[in-house]
């Protein structure tokens, strides 16, 4: 027996409402922001990824599928959303378009981490990115987005975690302070930690080690050494987001794990679905186009978990509203009927009802049964006496009463009575 690759998962039919729920919204939402779905690749050149998301990066140093094609090309699996669309923005000459450029996606993600519940790897993400605008109103906007989402869902205990991490200019100055501060304590802190000084200073405040979290608090905090503009923006950000009503927590701990973050940082953390809390996160890159070849454009964004999303639904006893199926059985007995059936068959989908046959040539008692499992309204019952008399014999499972309908008025028949046609529900 095969099993399924470790930290991947099937998303069976009994999921799929999540699912269909999730994306209808998201499309839903986008539209009303005013967003444009992209999709780019599912590979791409490993180098993309490398210059994007940095380096010293776990995603980039322990994470990524990469692997040569048999033309000897480097490609990596997207291990995450923007890079991508920053290479097809770029690629596809969008900056003639007006800006700010909204796009939005829904895209599998492909990280070789350690699994456990709510992290995989192979996991979705819904993601946007604005690019061309450095106002703080649309890290207003980005941010009220996922919040929109969020409420729409009726996810509740979600938090906004929000930081400001400045830019190339402040940043060094701060990164120089954290090390200073951190040298102090070198040997208190955790082995993880005393690589992170070397390499990837920011991640030492994301550091999980108990014995490092009284260090983490009295470390230097970024919005302390931010340059006038990083605060400003920052300042603005923070009093659009008061006086829009959105609840936020100064986060002085959060980084983010990509190197192309500028400026605001924020994620969602939701209650009670354990370690993996971050439903989702996301921040400003203003270097990142320029890091990739393009001119100096601002860009902001956010990736959620679509899983993460989903588990916290069922967490919560969130229902979602079932699938249409189909609301016809054709049930029939003896070779003219069955081929009268699929006529049958047809009309009633062509006309939009949702209809399904009964396979093989079982007992009309076995076909009934199947009808039951089937969870349909009507039956229609096809034998040798129908044929003689153009008549179909209708059966209304609820009520067990049955109707004669002439043949060719079933189809209408049945249009009116099947609450509403499959197709205008999908
Ligand atoms: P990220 O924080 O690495 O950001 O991922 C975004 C979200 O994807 C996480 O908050 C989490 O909900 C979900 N996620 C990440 N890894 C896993 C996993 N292994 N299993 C399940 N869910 C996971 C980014 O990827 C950025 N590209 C987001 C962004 C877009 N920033 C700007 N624009």
Redesign the pocket.
């Given at each position: 027996m095969y099993r399924i690759p470790r930290?991947t998962q099937d998303i069976l039919p009994e999921d799929q409402p999540y699912w269909r729920f999730l994306q209808g919204l998201i499309h839903r939402l986008c539209q009303l922001y005013g967003y444009q779905q992209i999709n780019t690749p599912i590979f791409e050149e490993t180098s993309l990824f490398v210059r994007g998301i940095g380096e010293g990066t776990d995603?980039v140093e322990k994470e990524m599928y990469t692997f040569k094609d048999k033309g000897g090309e480097s490609l990596t699996l997207r291990?995450?959303?923007?890079a991508p669309v920053m290479r097809a923005y770029l690629e596809h000459g969008m900056w003639v378009l007006p800006k700010p450029v909204k796009l939005y996606y829904i895209v599998p993600?492909f990280?070789y981490?350690r699994p456990q519940a709510?992290?995989?790897?192979q996991?979705y993400?819904f993601?946007?990115?604005v690019i061309g605008e450095q106002d703080p109103a649309v890290d207003l906007e980005v941010i009220s987005i996922a919040w929109h989402l969020y409420r729409e869902i009726g996810l509740k205990g979600v938090s906004i975690q929000l930081n400001s991490i400045g830019c190339p200019k402040c940043r060094p100055g701060y990164v120089k302070a954290l090390v200073e501060y951190y040298r102090g304590h070198e040997g208190e802190i955790c082995a993880d930690c005393k690589v992170r000084l070397k390499r990837n200073p920011l991640r030492l405040l994301d550091c999980k080690n108990e014995g490092c979290q009284g260090i983490i608090e009295g470390a230097p905090r970024s919005i302390d050494h931010l340059c006038t503009d990083c605060r400003q923006h920052f300042e603005t950000l923070r009093s659009y987001l008061d006086f829009m009503g959105l609840p936020y927590d100064l986060n002085h701990r959060l980084v983010?794990?990509?190197d192309?973050?500028t400026k605001t940082v924020f994620?969602?953390w939701a209650e009670g679905i354990g370690a993996?809390n971050?439903?989702?996160?996301?921040?400003r890159?203003d270097g990142l186009i320029e890091e990739l070849g393009g001119e100096p454009t601002p860009?902001?964004?956010?990736?959620?978990?679509m899983?993460?999303i989903i588990l916290t639904m069922k967490d919560q006893g969130i229902q979602v509203p079932e699938l249409p199926s189909p609301k016809v059985f054709i049930a029939h007995r003896g070779e003219a009927a069955k081929r009268i059936g699929l006529k049958l068959l047809a009309s009633l989908r062509a006309a939009g009802v949702g209809a399904v046959f009964a396979f093989g040539d079982r007992s009309l008692k076995a076909q009934m049964r199947q009808a039951d499992r089937a969870g349909v309204d009507f039956t229609l019952i096809l034998g040798e006496r129908e044929i003689e008399s153009g008549q179909v014999t209708v059966r209304a499972m609820a009520k067990g009463e049955q109707f004669e309908v002439g043949m060719d008025d079933v189809v209408d028949w049945l249009s009116q009575r099947v609450l509403k046609p499959i197709g205008e529900r999908l």
């Open positions: 930290g995603i291990p995450e959303g923007t993600i990280r981490e709510g992290r995989y790897r996991h993400q993601g946007v990115e983010r794990g990509l192309y973050y994620e969602f993996q971050a439903l989702g996160g996301g921040g890159y860009g902001i964004g956010f990736g959620l978990g899983e993460r």
